[in-house]
């Protein structure tokens, strides 16, 4: 049940409560495992409780990675679009094998390259978030080391998530993990094993998705409730998946399902729960991954993404060489099939991204005016793409930004 998270003491947690940026990545908690947890707060979001004081490193620490205060970006020689971020290449791509194309999101690309990864022994378990036990819309960091357990963990999960909260069992097993979060999750991973070496080594691999933003879980109790579906009644539920896009399913305990349309439930429904840090996020492609995963919409004649039901097909993107490398071998091992993609149609088949990244420059100057808290971005060309919207575009940005701190509206939920 949500309840009133308690102030933080460390002056880090306190700046990012302030100004509401705080993703739930659970980065704080892997930090400081023995003094911060990850728990629910109205409406719904993962937010850190701190139960006793900081030490220096741990403190400096979080300043560090946390997403919320900060993120930066190195193209270091690489390709390095205004828009999408650094990559080495990009394709589109599926898994070849049926069951995990189906079960995937999109394609199911990702979960082919997992099931790749633990098939050779690149690494020993992969660290991802799948349903949780005690809340079927709700979300749970899972280790798992097999098929079975790669293909329950698939499809997307529109809820709350903390992953990196288990960060500390992942270091203290010995074994080599491959990480999925969203975006902001593995910009903090990769900024906390640049200076714990014992993470770097836990983590070898990391993987990442495009995301549009983190809905409470008031976001999940508004989509059963639009199905008529009593959430004591609701034995398991799919946000995405068992197709292309798939459709939000609610499985009750009776074994009926209810289910509603991608767009009816995310467009419809979640996206109006995201939190506000995901609403001014620089990094909604997962830069700091070394291989990133999204859909490869079909378009209509205006260039809009069409949800109709289809075979699923990934957008594949190799951030870095290890990224690159691993494709090549999943490729080669006949786990996943590839096709040269274009990065000049990603625009059209990817609107959200393209306007929120667009708009984010007017949206952070207009909160710096009003005196809140934003994180500090270098590297991620906010200028470059401010540049691609028109004037009065990112002036309705900047006004609409202002109105909503002056005047605010209550949260669906909250």
Known sequence: MSQKTPAPSSAALRLVARGDLCSGCGGCAAVAPDRIVMAEAAPGYLRPQQSAPLTPWQEEAITRICPGLVQEVAAQGREDHPLWGPYVGMRTGW???????FAGSSGGALSAILLHLLDTGRVDRVLLTGAAPDLPTGNAAVFVTDRAGVLAGAGSRYAPSAPLAALPEAVASGLRHAVVGKPCDIAALRALAAIDPAVAAAVPVMLS???????????GRAVLSALGAAEPEVAAFRFRGNGWPGRATATLTDGSERSMSYHDSWGGILS????HRCRICADGTGTAADIVCADAWESDEAGYPLFDEADGTSLIVARTALGAELIAGAEAAGAVATAPFDITALAAIQPGQRGRRRA???RLIALRLCGRPIPRYRGLQLRAAARQNPLRRNLHNFLGTIRRVLFP???PGG
């Open 360 to 362: 984010l420059l007017a």
């Open 209 to 219: 998705f495009f995301y549009a933003g983190v809905p409470s879980h008031s976001g």
């Open 409 to 411: 509206r209550r949260r």
């Open 272 to 275: 109006k729960h995201v939190q």
């Open 95 to 101: 898994a070849c094998d049926p069951e995990v194309r």
